[in-house]
């Protein structure tokens, strides 16, 4: 999933963060169903054919992999079907799989197109093949999660393409959510920021700074005039920026959406990228390091003494090559980053990237006078090495952790995770206090001040990570730890659930109903039927909070555990409001007496979930989730409702605001 997705360069910066939702219906994807095969004879077998053609930036989970995990699998239903008899499961043709860290396992989908089929026998004449595929849309983009139910109906006079009605909980003449391209240019425009920033990281690296002061003496020496000199000035960083930026183009073309989902979901490559980044965290701790062919090195240095056009570019290339042992990691960090599925994150990255690390040379080109202020080479630089040694390091055991979860290894539980990061943070700040000393490190006489300010840094992160230890959620890192689930001593559940805080069910005046398979997290008591809760809210004279939800909605899992979780919105919850949950994908059937004909789409309402998902749809225009509505005792909205948001103080004021329209009227 992307709304979690890891990206190595925020911690190369560590210590330098809602998407918004329109409140409109999402269009299910458009479903064509058809038979394959000639004409159609009792006794032989047939494809059902069902292919869907999926929005842009959703994906629908398939019906092949763990039906516990989470996600709600895809379901054929051919209850109305006459003459037919399936053969076999319902299959996914060419899926594709992903590990998902909030459910914990890996996940089958489709995105922008998919296929489901299905084995019929036919045992009559006349068959009628009639039914429904129930499934789940999501998307990462939005952080959203919809239910569909889509009819067909096929006769034997017909073979070929059916369409379906967009029905259900969709529908083309509502308004479609178009997803917003916003969002992903902020997320390239941040990418391009973070790659600048290594850039000027590479820069203090032991292989380029002592380069800075020769390279640019180099072009002013030689050139028959200043102006010369900054022509071969601007021309040596053009061609830096244009070799970064070429590996980064191949690297789009290569590798494309797919391989780059597959590159940062899948535990083989994760495994790689953690072995690599040890490799080259040892190399940056001085255990050894790395060179490339000093035969390349010399063929590319010899036409650099050229001169011309030419010279000069293959100095560059000479540069490039010479601080690989330097920029190597950092450029590799950028490259594994960009697998995001977007063409243009690589090409971005390493031009934000090379433009930082090409334009020293062109200003001091321009202002010759400004090497004389620059600080002279030595330990310090080594110094700079060891510390992005240690963030590679940590870097490294992320990989790691999601080949550790879609296998169930149980190596790297959430404890030992944060235990490893506390001994690496822990002990950069011992190195940055001059405690350690590494291979190449100078004597150091005193500590400067810059120096003492990043290991106190370093050290409040060391104790912000300890209360981790005993299940403290740590937010600000919740998209990079292992989840929650896999923390065996989690004291601060234990104490919540144990220890009186788990909720006072007296303030229930009767037992909710569904309570005996429905829930509320973090101890907070409520209800599962929207009446039994309008009334109590009028009982209690508290305003009705409302959360449309779901069982196999990940995004309503990281609202309650990253923003319900916070002592804050827990207490308000608690004691200023009566809450509902209406799942809209809970398929208990209820009494005949209860069922409806849905206004909305012509279909009978017979489930909870089903029921829930038509409230959702014919009262508040919407059919996402997670969606929160707070409303007064005359079933009148208090404030505007609330998607997915993980922004813990845009949540309280959402539920101030409807506190103070409440006791206003």
Not at 245 to 260: D, L
Request: hydrophobic residues 45%; proline residues 5%; aromatic residues 14%.
């Amino acid at each position: 999933m992307l709304s979690r997705r890891f990206s190595p360069l925020l911690f190369i910066f560590l210590f330098f963060s809602p998407f918004f939702v329109a409140s409109q219906v999402v269009n299910p994807p458009k479903w064509e169903v058809s038979l394959s095969g000639g004409e159609i004879e009792p006794g032989e077998e047939v494809e059902l054919v069902l292919k869907a053609e999926i929005p842009r930036d959703w994906y629908i989970y398939t019906n092949d992999f763990d039906p516990d995990l989470g996600p709600l699998l895809t379901l054929l239903i051919l209850e109305s079907s006459e003459g037919v008899e399936t053969v076999g499961e319902l299959r996914a043709i060419d899926h594709k799989t992903k590990y998902d860290e909030i459910w914990e396992g890996e996940v089958n989908y489709f995105d922008r197109s998919g296929e489901f089929r299905q084995t019929l026998r036919i045992t009559d004449a006349s068959p009628i093949i009639r039914g429904s595929i129930e499934y789940q849309m999501c998307s990462d983009i939005t952080n959203q999660c919809i239910n569909f139910e889509e009819d067909f109906d096929l006769s034997s006079e017909d073979k070929g393409r059916v369409p379906t009605e967009e029905s259900a909980e969709g529908d083309s003449d509502r308004g479609a959510l178009i997803p917003s391209d916003e969002e992903g240019k902020e997320s390239v425009i941040t990418f391009m920021v973070l790659a600048f920033l290594a850039g000027l990281a590479a820069l203090l690296t032991p292989c380029v700074f002592p380069m800075i002061p020769m390279t640019v003496s180099f072009f002013t020496g030689r050139s028959k005039s200043r102006a010369h000199g900054l022509k071969n000035a601007f021309i040596y960083g053009f061609s830096i920026i244009a070799i970064y930026t070429v590996a980064g183009t191949m690297v789009a073309a290569i590798q494309g959406p797919e391989f780059a989902n597959w590159l940062s979901t899948h535990w083989a490559p994760n495994i790689f990228f953690s072995a690599v980044f040890i490799f080259f965290a040892l190399a940056f701790l001085g255990m050894f390091e790395i060179t490339l062919p000093s035969g390349l090195v010399n063929k590319i240095d010899a036409k650099a003494d050229q001169g011309g056009l030419a010279g000069i570019f293959f100095m560059a290339f000479t540069l490039v090559l010479v601080s690989f042992s330097c920029t190597g990691p950092i450029v590799g960090s950028i490259l594994i980053s960009s697998a995001g599925g977007e063409l243009i994150k690589p090409i971005a990255g390493m031009f934000s990237f090379s433009l930082a690390f090409a334009l020293p040379f062109a200003l001091f080109a321009i202002f010759p006078e400004w090497l004389n202020s620059l600080p002279k080479s030595g330990g310090w630089l080594n110094s700079v090495k060891v510390v992005l040694g240690f963030l590679e390091l940590a870097l490294a055991f992320k990989f790691l952790s999601i080949a550790d979860q879609v296998y169930h290894w149980h190596i790297l539980d959430r404890e030992v995770y944060i235990a490893i990061w506390i001994v690496i943070f822990a002990l950069l700040g011992l190195y940055l206090l001059g405690k350690l000393r590494l291979p190449h490190d100078s004597p150091l006489e005193y500590i400067g001040v810059p120096r003492l300010m990043l290991a106190m840094l370093t050290f409040v992160f060391v104790v912000y990570l300890i209360p981790g230890m005993w299940g403290a959620p740590l937010k600000a890192l919740s998209g990079y730890l292992p989840p929650m689930s896999s923390h065996d001593f989690d004291l601060v559940r234990m104490t919540r659930e144990g220890g009186g805080a788990a909720g006072d069910k007296s303030k229930l005046d009767e037992i909710p109903r569904f309570s005996e398979f429905l829930h509320f997290p973090h101890g907070i008591q409520g209800y599962f039927d929207y009446d039994q809760a309008l009334a109590a809210a009028k009982r209690q004279d508290k305003p009705l909070f409302i959360d449309f939800t779901g069982h196999g909605c990940v995004n309503c899992r990281e609202m309650e555990a990253r923003v319900w979780s916070d002592p804050r919105v827990l207490e308000r919850l608690k004691e200023d409001f009566v809450l509902v949950a209406l799942y809209i994908d809970e398929r208990y059937t209820l009494p005949e007496s209860e069922w409806y004909t849905s206004t909305y789409d012509g279909k009978v309402k017979s489930t909870i979930g089903k029921q829930n998902a038509d409230f959702q749809i014919t009262r508040f225009n919407n059919n996402a989730q997670p969606y929160y509505v707070i409303l007064d005792h005359e079933e009148e909205l208090l404030v505007k409702p609330k998607a997915y948001d993980t922004n813990i103080q845009n949540f309280i004021d959402f539920l101030e605001e409807a506190k103070s329209a409440f006791a206003n009227r």
